[in-house]
């Protein structure tokens, strides 16, 4: 950056993120940026990839079937927020939430709404798959869990903080079905255009107590693949929220 004649702020003009997401990168040297915005930071900067961020160089040339995973957390909660940051203000095609509850979101990534706000105006489509709070599965997966925090209450924040949405074009929001919902709760997809943080539910355990894979596609029939479109399929069979409003 200094022989660039670059600070973080104007680095990050370059690029197109925060001063803070700059100042992240410097600072953490296992945080890996998203593939778009590191190779305009290079560009900027006039250095090859592997120069600053020779893991992610490393990581192309995984080769079988594992070459999709990009990294794995024993727990949701050990993945940084950075990376969820990162990801959802890097995608410009897809934003897909398919988690049963989704509510973390808006305290794991900084300036959610804001950041959902700007993507939509730019054209960026997206959704949120939820389950339906008064569903049966619900209320036997809050047995289960049984803690203070239950589903249906973090389905209902959710879904709060998507009403204060409501005048933002290109958000969509459905409950997966009454049939589906056992699939659902079990597993959870979230998509950032070709990258994927997907979540397998274990036994009682809540999400963020449960292990991630952060995946990236590499052409169809990858896990990648096969995990979007099982997020599709609940998405087709989906209500949306709004022909439930005695729900929310």
Known sequence: METAGLSPRRLALKVGVSGKTVERWINDSELIP?????????KALGVDEEM??????????????DREILHSYPYRSACPSTVWGELTEGSTEELFFSGYTNYFLWTQVPDFPGILRKKAR?????RFLLGDPNGEVTRQREVIEDVALTVSTRIRM????????????????RFSSSEDAVNHVSLSV?????EALVTPHLARLVGHDSPLLHLR??????????FS???EELWS????????????
Do not use: Y
């Open 229 to 231: 479109d099982h997020a």
């Open 158 to 173: 959710t879904l709060d903080e998507l009403t204060k949405l409501r005048d933002v074009s290109g958000i969509e929001a």
């Open 34 to 42: 998203h593939p778009r915005n590191r190779e305009d930071a290079c």
């Open 237 to 248: 069979r989906a209500v949306p929220v709004q022909s439930q409003k005695s729900t929310t």
């Open 217 to 226: 596609s590499m052409g169809s029939g990858g896990m990648f693949s096969r």
């Open 190 to 194: 979230f998509r950032f255009d070709d």
């Open 52 to 65: 600053i961020w020779p893991k992610a160089v490393k990581e192309r040339i995984k080769t079988g079937g």
């Open 122 to 126: 730019e054209g960026c489509r997206i």
